[in-house]
């Protein structure tokens, strides 16, 4: 039988939290009285959270288990979850019980209202560095700046999507996936839920910073242009700046002013533009280097172990 609702969870190293993170979902989910499919993706797990998974699939025949052939990371995690879902609401949820189980409560109301995008927004969080706060909002602000889509603020992956919405966003298949810039990129009727993002129950993060780097990277190329451009714009300033620059030198130097002898300021100016012009270069090559993984066409994960059916 098809469920009502998917609840899809990554996991990385998450066997401090999977009991609780259980008990609690089941707690919720069998208070609305409709069918629901947990699908636990395994993200490469090496601290034992895979023989977890498969037991508590074995205790509860509507858990799905994903096992990864390796780690993938949480994005492709989520994506694989999707593809395995059924539900007709489906929930991503985050193993460490940061997002509360009882706020798809929230998501599942607003779905029933005609949403298919119910997204939640972190009105607070606890638990986190000053400097992981700094980062993300910083983050979110930069990405709402350049890009094109209107990516909500302050939203991470916790949110719940319509089944029209994961068949779409299965049909997008890009390599180097930023999942909420993606949901907003589909459109339909979307709305925001605030909730209180609580501390993680146990474990560490799993997103250090050169993560959320990468992640950001992955944000701003895939949705937008405007690094490429950048050079651009740098090019037109010095290109302005030295015609106005070089008849006034000359002038200078007519009227036997003794202004920019020697070597420092060709220096400057050589490493200047140097140093403009190989940041251009490596810009190109982000670019390049995501085209060319695209261009491969590899498959996004490969699985160990995983139900028969998939939507792909
Ligand atoms: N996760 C994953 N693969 C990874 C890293 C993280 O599946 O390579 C999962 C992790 O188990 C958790 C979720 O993604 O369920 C969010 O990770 P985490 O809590 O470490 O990130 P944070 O909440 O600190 O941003
Ligand atoms: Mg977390």
């Known amino acids: 039988?098809?469920?009502?609702?998917?609840?899809i969870v990554p996991i990385y190293n998450e066997i401090c939290c999977l009991d609780a993170l259980y008990s609690?979902?089941?707690e919720v989910m069998d208070s609305t009285g409709e069918p629901w499919e947990l699908v636990l993706v395994d993200d490469g797990s090496t601290d034992g959270s895979t023989d977890k998974i498969r037991q508590l699939a074995e205790q509860d025949d509507r858990i799905r288990p994903v096992i990864f052939a390796r780690n993938f990371g949480h994005q492709i995690a989520v994506t694989a979850g999707m593809d395995y879902s059924?539900?007709?609401a489906v929930t991503i949820i985050d193993a460490d019980l940061q997002d509360p189980p009882e706020v798809i409560l929230d998501l599942i109301n607003k779905w029933k209202e005609g949403?298919?995008?119910?997204?939640?927004v972190r009105a607070e969080r606890e638990g986190?560095?000053?400097f992981k706060m700094f980062t993300a909002s910083l983050f979110y602000r930069i990405i709402f700046k350049i890009t094109d889509v209107d990516i909500p603020m302050d939203t991470g992956d916790f949110r719940l999507l319509d089944r029209k919405v994961v068949d779409v966003m299965g049909t997008m298949r890009e390599r180097h996936r930023f999942l909420r810039g993606m949901g907003a990129w589909v459109?339909?009727?979307q709305i925001g839920v605030p909730y209180r993002r609580a501390a993680r129950y146990a474990g560490e993060t799993h997103y250090p910073f050169r993560k959320m780097f990468k992640l950001a990277l992955n944000a701003i190329t895939s949705f937008s242009y405007f690094p490429l451009q950048l050079a651009t714009y740098v090019g037109f300033i010095s290109a302005g700046?030295?015609?106005v620059t070089i008849p006034i030198v000359i002038i200078m130097r007519l009227a036997g002013d003794q202004a920019f002898l020697g070597q420092a300021s060709t220096l400057i100016a050589v490493l200047f533009l140097g140093g403009v012009q190989l940041i251009s270069l490596g810009i190109l090559g982000e670019y390049i280097g995501r085209i060319y993984d695209e261009v491969k066409g590899r498959p996004l994960y490969?699985?160990?172990e995983a139900p028969s059916e998939t939507n792909h």
Do not use: H
Not at 1 to 7: C, E, L, N
């Open 1 to 7: 039988m098809k469920p009502t609702y998917s609840i």
């Open 24 to 26: 609690r979902l089941k």
């Open 86 to 88: 059924r539900g007709d």
């Open 115 to 120: 949403y298919e995008v119910v997204f939640a």
């Open 128 to 130: 986190e560095t000053w």
């Open 187 to 189: 459109g339909f009727r």
């Open 241 to 243: 700046i030295s015609i």
């Open 302 to 304: 490969i699985v160990s």
